[in-house]
């Protein structure tokens, strides 16, 4: 067999140790591989999204969760769980696996590296621009991912020596190449020059279901994040712009109408990722204990979100809405006997292999992009702006959307609230955790980085995005553990520099060569 038609050789050579080049290589490609007409580039594309998602590893290294013990019969999913919790280098190998997401988010790359490939090899026609557009973006956000969970965060003051992750941009043809990781830096370079490439290109024409591509607001909606990443704000707000259009509000989520379907999780979750809502811009589907472990079953319930935290730092929290109890989010947080809370987002799917046995796998739909997020990435980019103005029009155009207050958000309102607001402490939390990033903030950005922070952590609850915050604006975090009265006894802590925040690389890479986080 001729070593190109192989998709998944070049994962294989990053991942190698975990299964033979021999297996790789018996492995009979479908005719897709055989790109020779423009149907077939397209069909591809489909499989250029990874299919093990993240969050579930982040989330639960963020500060959205807490110890519950098993006192109370709760358990956990694996020592994975258990390794992400407390910022241990991660060894399991199953589907929820750090090794998963570095395995499939390489095959989602490898895959689009071959349909641009293929363009080229057909002399790049016009009426393949979209295709290639789509590869490009898909590239990019790939390597994006991979970046943000394997290693440190974008900094101007560090990245050009931090350890990066290699960027592919062609197939691999070889058996067992030597890689280099690079640095931070050049990754993120590499990706904004997809990005810049790519998204001019982008054409939803060629989607039957827009959705689950990324579609021109969606790689928009990426073009923001990316940049806010590495702050360059103007081009945060022109991005997010084209994503919220001049009437944002119609773009948003309608959480009044959500909030009326029912108070079950399942039909909530399910109606949440519908593809007809504006609000949803990127939809992946994807192996994921993620919607058990944060939803309304017994599963994982260890290490939960559990109802102290959300009551005093997110879904339940008081804000400048006012009172919690009085001022209800229109997304309803449900509160559970066991003692966590969740908001119903992504609805817990599963594949049977075998429906007699009862025995499959777990999957779930991830919102990986949404309006609303957008929203709060372009108030981000108007505070460091200095525009206060906008920054509050656009997080009060987000309190109104998401909870019952008559109260309006006001710039003063921001800056009398979070000043006065005490910082958290373990025993006694509030949002308002001590930020230490590497840039200087006036007084009031601070407060409005306080109240960004609180928006964004209730906005992407449950979705993994935390950690980056976290990780972003140099967040000390803690580990408590709650006992059967929901007494706090400290466990741990995780410093704004410690090193633990870029995840170890998977051991099979290790042992193949590539250089490991340092520890």
């Known amino acids: 067999m001729n070593k190109k038609h192989i998709i998944s050789l070049f994962a294989a050579a990053l991942a190698l140790g975990s299964v033979s080049c021999d297996d790789y290589l018996s492995t009979v490609p479908d005719n897709r591989t055989e790109l020779d007409s423009e149907k077939k580039i397209t069909d591809l594309l489909i499989t250029a999204y990874a299919d093990h998602l993240y969050p579930l590893t982040t989330e639960t290294m963020s500060d959205n969760v807490d110890d519950r013990g098993t006192a109370t019969g709760l358990s956990s999913i694996g020592r994975k769980q258990e390794e992400f919790y407390f910022w241990q280098d991660p060894t399991d190998t199953g589907n929820e696996s750090t090794k998963r997401v570095w395995e499939t988010y390489y095959y989602a790359i490898a895959t689009a590296n071959q349909a641009l490939e293929a363009i080229e090899k057909m002399g790049s026609p016009e009426s393949l621009n979209g295709q290639k557009g789509e590869a490009l973006i898909t590239r ?10 394997f290693c440190k965060q974008y900094s101007e003051q560090t990245s050009a020596t931090d350890l990066g992750i290699p960027y592919m941009e062609k197939s691999e043809t070889t058996v067992a190449p030597h890689y280099e990781r690079g640095t931070v830096k050049e990754v993120y370079e590499k990706i904004q020059k997809d990005i810049e490439e790519g998204l001019p290109l982008i054409d939803d024409n060629i989607y039957k279901v827009p959705k689950y591509h990324f579609n021109k607001k969606a790689a928009y909606a990426f073009a923001a994040r990316f940049y806010l990443y590495i702050r360059d704000y103007d081009k945060v707000i022109e991005y997010a712009n084209e994503v919220l259009t001049a009437n944002p509000k119609t773009m948003l989520r309608d959480l009044k109408t959500v909030a ?51 009551s005093t730092e997110t879904t339940q929290s008081d804000g400048p809405w006012g009172n919690y109890e009085s001022k209800l989010f229109y997304l309803p947080p449900l509160n559970y006997n066991s003692g966590y809370v969740a908001t119903p987002k992504m609805p817990a799917l599963f594949e049977y292999t075998d429906r007699e046995a009862g025995v499959g796998y777990s999957r779930t739909v991830l919102p990986v992009f949404q309006t609303d997020e957008v929203l709060l990435c372009r108030a981000e980019a108007y505070i460091m702006k200095n525009d206060f103005t906008n920054a509050t029009a ?13 109260v309006t958000l ?63 604006f140099g967040i000390k975090i803690y580990r408590r553990f709650l006992d059967e009265n929901y007494d706090v006894i400290r466990q741990d802590s995780l410093e704004v520099n410690d090193p633990r925040r870029a995840i170890q690389i998977p051991n099979d890479v290790i042992s193949a060569g590539l250089a490991p986080n340092p520890r």
């Not at 155009?397 to 207050?405: E, G, I, N, V």
């Open 140 to 149: 990019a956000y790939h390597h994006f991912m991979l970046v943000n969970v």
């Open 260 to 310: 009326n379907l029912t108070q079950e999780y399942g039909p909530i979750a399910e109606d949440y990722i519908r593809v007809e809502y504006p609000a949803n811009l990127l939809l992946m589907t994807g192996y994921s204990q993620l919607a058990y472990v944060y939803g309304n079953y017994g599963t994982g319930k260890r290490f939960m979100h559990s109802a102290h935290l959300a």
């Open 394 to 406: 656009d997080l009060a155009l987000w309190m109104s959307q998401h909870t019952k207050s008559s």
């Open 410 to 472: 006001t710039r003063e309102l921001i800056n009398k609230y979070y000043s006065e607001l005490p910082f958290y402490t373990p025993e006694d939390p509030t949002p308002k955790k001590e930020i230490h990033p590497e840039f200087t903030l006036s007084e009031e950005q601070q407060n409005f980085v306080y109240c960004l922070l609180h928006f964004r952590r209730i906005e992407t609850i449950h979705e993994g995005l935390r950690w980056f915050d976290v990780k972003r």
